[in-house]
């Protein structure tokens, strides 16, 4: 089982990205999928999730009206589309899936499958 994630890179403040996270191996159209970052020196962040149905989303206050999470269970993708950036949006941003009660979703430890992680830099 693979998560590959893209679509990270440099941007400047105000900008958007989206991000993509194909999994392989096997099917993940009953699993929750979600986003989290990692900044220099910090620990990883709850950033968004989506359950398995795709109809109920949930974000980080901090993110909250400013970046989407969507996924198409057909291509076994998730997405995260990140407007209106901020320098403290820099960070690693990882996508993780698992099967976990969604109530759970802020908890990194509840997901079982983890892409290796894409790097955001916005610039001031």
């Known amino acids: 089982v693979q998560l590959q994630a893209c679509g990270g890179g440099l941007v400047q403040a105000g900008g958007s990205l989206r991000l993509s996270c194909a999994a392989s191996g096997r099917t993940f159209s009953n699993f929750n999928m979600g986003w989290f970052r990692q900044a220099p020196g910090k620990e990883r962040e709850f950033v968004a999730a989506i359950r398995f149905t795709g109809f109920t989303t949930d974000y980080a206050d901090s993110v909250k009206g400013r970046f989407t999470i969507s996924r198409d269970n057909a291509k076994n993708t998730v997405y995260l589309q990140m407007n209106s950036l901020k320098p403290e949006d820099t960070a690693v941003y990882y996508c993780?899936?698992?099967?976990?009660?969604?109530?759970?979703?802020?908890?990194?430890?509840?997901?079982?499958?983890w892409g290796q992680g894409t790097l955001v830099t916005v610039s001031s």
């Open positions: 993780a899936v698992g099967r976990l009660d969604f109530t759970l979703r802020s908890d990194p430890t509840r997901y079982g499958y």
